[in-house]
């Protein structure tokens, strides 16, 4: 065989289109070494077993959450030998695989980000009562999704759905999600509130949900979120950042609008309530014409005692200054002729004079 | 005759609270309540048939959602 003699350059040109044509992307799976982040942007790690190690590169945006050496990973990513710095994979995506390290990596992001706030129940908005418009994002072949339009439908009808299709599961689910999320950012006007929902499943299946990049956006979404993730154990970060969750897809359905049947029953109720307000406004009529019957008839009534009060009085003044009281009590009313006798002065002898008494009249002559 | 614009839940049920409030406030008005109640019962028929007859809509939308494209090491 003919020795092949290149450049460095030639190499590095020749090794990366071979790797290209051969292992374009590559995932591989093993423990985590050497994590740096440099400038707050790259992201240098190792992943290792115990024959080999393999050095990866990439940015934080590709992260999906703290994480720690130790860890078991799955590292997707493109393979290329650098002209300066040698071998590395640079990597797409990250994930952490088994039950425990993914407990592990969604405990370091949780604390990270309920230490920001960003699960604190203050943050909360409610969702709307009836929504005119909801942004549904989940995989559209999925029985998450057939589940949640069925009960939709079942409950109420007028709503518009947008649905966006993504990925909720593997190595792509978190960018797909988190590009669903900003789409819904974008639209105008923005939806009435956004449904994230999915079935049960695995750890890894659920993966997803504890990425911190979906957790963040599912948190920093204009729109309220409801996120229902359908599984019994732990609850996944995006649930805790989403202004309300729900169980299962049905459930999402269940809270996200009313049953019809329930608004027709309140509907025959208030009917029945307005016919009682109308009674009782014609009630409160009639109530203030009696009412406006018994004021006239107390004031004439009081009127005319108050008269019957007034002449009582004046009678028994009357009666104060009637001579004949006078007489009773035994004086006399003395007349000369026609004259009141007020004085013995008026009075000379041999004078005829009349005396009134109570009970009659007698003649007397002055001595 | 124009046609009269659909109506939704939501403003229908506005209306209705509106007329449920009135009676609720001190105003006594017998010919207006009267009206009031025709207008109620008229709107409570028109929920009910929406009700009962008015379906979702579903939009898929077509973009295909992923990640943004891997930066490049400079």
């Known amino acids: ?367 | 005759m124009a046609k009269e614009t659909k109506r939704d839940y939501q403003t229908m049920n506005a209306k209705l609270a509106e007329i449920i409030e009135w009676f609720e406030s001190d105003k006594v008005n017998l010919g207006e309540a009267v009206e009031k109640y025709e207008q109620a019962l008229a709107l409570i028929a028109e929920i009910e048939k929406y009700l009962k007859t008015a379906e979702n809509k579903i939009k898929k939308i077509t973009t295909r959602f992923q990640g943004p494209s891997l930066e490049k090491e400079e």
């Open chain 1, 1 to 367: 065989m003919k020795e092949l003699i290149f450049s460095p350059a030639d190499f590095v040109a020749v090794f990366n289109q071979t790797l290209e044509l051969a292992y374009p992307v590559v995932a591989i799976q093993g423990e985590l070494t050497n994590f740096r982040v440099s400038r707050n942007r790259w992201v240098y790690f190792n992943v290792k077993d115990e024959l080999a190690s393999i050095k990866f590169f990439g940015s934080v945006y590709q992260l999906p959450g703290p994480l720690q050496d130790g860890l078991k990973l799955r590292v997707v990513g493109t393979p290329r030998l650098h002209p300066q710095f040698g071998f590395s994979i640079t990597f797409q995506s990250i994930q952490p695989v088994g039950e425990g390290a993914i407990k592990k990596a969604a405990d370091f992001l949780r604390a990270k980000l309920e230490a920001e706030g960003l699960f604190a129940p203050e943050r909360k908005r409610p969702l709307p009562e009836i929504p005119r418009r909801i942004g549904l994002i989940t995989a559209a072949n999925s029985a998450a999704c057939a589940d949640f339009i069925k009960i939709l439908n079942e409950r109420w009808g007028g709503v518009e759905v947008i649905l966006a299709d993504v990925l909720v599961q593997g190595m792509e689910a978190p960018a797909a999600i988190v590009g669903a999320l900003d789409h819904f950012e974008q639209i105008s006007p923005l939806v009435d509130v956004l449904v994230i929902t999915r079935g049960g499943g695995s750890a890894e299946d659920l993966v997803a949900f504890n990425d911190e990049r979906v957790v963040r956006a599912v948190a920093g979404s204009r729109t309220p979120t409801l996120v229902a993730i359908g599984h019994e154990l732990d609850i996944s970060l995006a649930e805790l950042a989403a202004d309300q969750r729900a169980s299962t897809p049905t459930n999402a359905a269940q809270i996200v609008v009313p049953d019809r049947r329930h608004i027709i029953i309140q509907l025959d109720n208030v009917g029945s309530i307005l016919q009682k307000f109308l009674m009782d406004t014609i009630g409160t009529i009639q109530t203030d014409l009696t009412g406006g019957r018994k004021y006239l008839t107390s004031q004439v009534f009081s009127s005319l005692d108050q008269a019957k009060h007034s002449m009582e009085a004046s009678r028994k003044l009357i009666n104060v200054f009637d001579p004949r009281a006078a007489l009773k009590r035994g004086y006399a009313i003395v007349k000369k002729g026609r004259d009141h006798v007020k004085s013995v002065r008026q009075v000379v002898k041999g004078d005829n004079l009349g005396v009134e008494l109570s009970d009659g009249k007698i003649k007397v002559v002055a001595e």
